[in-house]
């Protein structure tokens, strides 16, 4: 059943499909994953909904990133306490399916919102995985949903009010910065033996310079200026091609289950991995093998890390 899914982006729900690989198959997952924070329909990971859930704010009226909302850190009601918990039981659908097919020693990539990664974390270590590291991916900028409050006040006729809490804000700091939770899947023996039995277990540093310099656990990467954007949530192909880069060798094979518009697809292909990417959304799975086709016409030549 592997070759059925090897080097393709197969449209459908990861849960279906998982159960097919064969049992340590996988080299490695590098996965944006939903994020459970209601960025679109297919990030409503939970059962509370409400009438203006994915709806428009002012704050965000006339901007390009976010252009809907989720709700609130503090919610609208005492059902919003269990949204996490349901996170986590979404994670726990398929955590234990990609734990049967890595290899022993094989890494594993999440890419998780500030406020819901940790139940991402407790569901794959509930599976058997151990957390390596949570690594930082800082961004150059960030997209800022900070509403002012004297405005509001305003509106509802509050003069005196708006005046005293003229400067604040309703929201965040700008989310300057994501993590990346990165689990390894346990070996038997010793790391050393992982290493020459599953080629597995190393990180390939010297691969995975940035500037001349041995990497840290705070990633720097934005897009490239040529660089197409396709999906509201889509992630660097150079930070891709590092974290593949440090923890594979060519050849081997990288799954992504959330695969999106197919950025790891590509990533693999500039660093000579195959691949096996799940997208249960069809227009974007057709996106991602659009790209790969581009890709296959005019392939690039070089990648950033090698």
């Not at 954007?229 to 990288?254: C, N, S």
Request: glycine share 8%; net charge neutral; proline share 5%.
């Amino acid at each position: 059943m592997m070759n059925n899914f090897l080097n393709q982006i197969t449209s459908g729900d990861c849960v279906e499909y998982l159960p097919k690989l064969s049992a340590a198959s996988i080299h490695c997952v590098v996965s944006d994953i939903p994020y459970g924070i209601n960025l679109d329909e297919w990030d409503v990971l939970h059962h509370n909904t409400n009438s203006a859930l994915l709806g428009q704010s002012p704050a965000q009226e006339g901007k390009s990133g976010f252009k809907r909302r989720g709700k609130p850190i503090q919610g609208w009601n005492a059902a919003d306490r269990h949204i996490a918990r349901e996170y986590q039981e979404w994670c726990s659908t398929w955590s234990p399916l990609l734990y049967s097919g890595l290899k022993d020693g094989g890494s594993v990539f999440l890419f998780g919102a500030r406020r819901t990664l940790h139940r991402a974390i407790v569901a794959m270590e509930d599976s058997g995985f151990m957390l390596r590291d949570i690594l930082a991916w800082e961004k150059p900028n960030a997209h800022h949903r900070a509403q002012r409050l004297s405005p509001v006040l305003e509106k509802r006729g509050l003069h005196d009010a708006a005046q005293e809490w003229e400067g604040w804000r309703l929201g965040n700091l700008a989310p300057r910065w994501e993590p990346i939770a990165w689990f390894f899947k346990p070996y038997n023996h010793t790391i050393t033996d992982t290493v020459l039995n599953n080629e597995l277990g190393a990180i390939n540093l010297g691969a995975s310079q940035i500037d001349g310099k041995s990497p840290s656990n705070i990633l720097k990467f934005w897009f490239d200026k040529n660089e197409e954007r396709f999906h509201e949530a889509q992630k660097p192909i150079a930070l891709l091609e590092f974290l593949i880069t440090l923890t594979t060798r060519p050849d081997q094979i990288v799954l992504d289950p959330f695969m999106g518009s197919g950025s790891t697809a590509v990533a693999c292909l500039n660093l000579k991995r195959q691949f096996i990417g799940f997208e249960i959304n069809p227009n974007y799975a057709q996106i991602g093998r659009d790209r790969i086709a581009q890709w296959q016409q005019q392939p690039r030549q070089t990648a950033m890390f090698e």
